[in-house]
Nanobody, 115 residues
């Protein structure tokens, strides 16, 4: 079974940092796009950052300059390093992977930033 498992969420004060990790299993991920989306209460899910197998990286406008995505193809993992977190970054963060016409999602990890 192909799946994604996130870890690393938690509670942090404004200005703090967190690193999220996602590990894929049950499939071949090195040729996939992998990344992160987030969803805050009563808001639509939005792009945080994705990184294609080619290395092409896309960040959401609200996180540019603060978040960094990286991948370890050998381990089928994708990391999201987040610095200078703000209360508006509070959301459930979902790991994402896509290949051809298929998309899969992790269950999500909560990130809460207190002011």
């Amino acid at each position: 079974q192909v799946q994604l498992v996130e870890s690393g969420g938690g509670l942090v004060q404004a200005g703090g940092s967190l690193t999220l990790s996602c590990e894929g299993s049950g499939g071949i991920f090195r040729t996939n796009t992998m990344g992160w989306y987030r969803q805050a209460p009563e808001k639509q899910r939005e792009l945080v950052a994705v990184k294609a197998a080619s290395g092409l990286t896309t960040y959401g406008d609200s996180v540019k300059g603060r978040f960094t995505i990286s991948r370890d193809h050998a381990k089928a993992t994708v990391l999201l390093q987040m610095v200078n977190l703000q209360p508006e970054d509070t959301a459930v963060y979902y790991c994402y992977s896509a290949w051809d016409t298929t998309e899969i999602w992790g269950r999500g990890t909560q990130v809460t930033v207190s002011s």
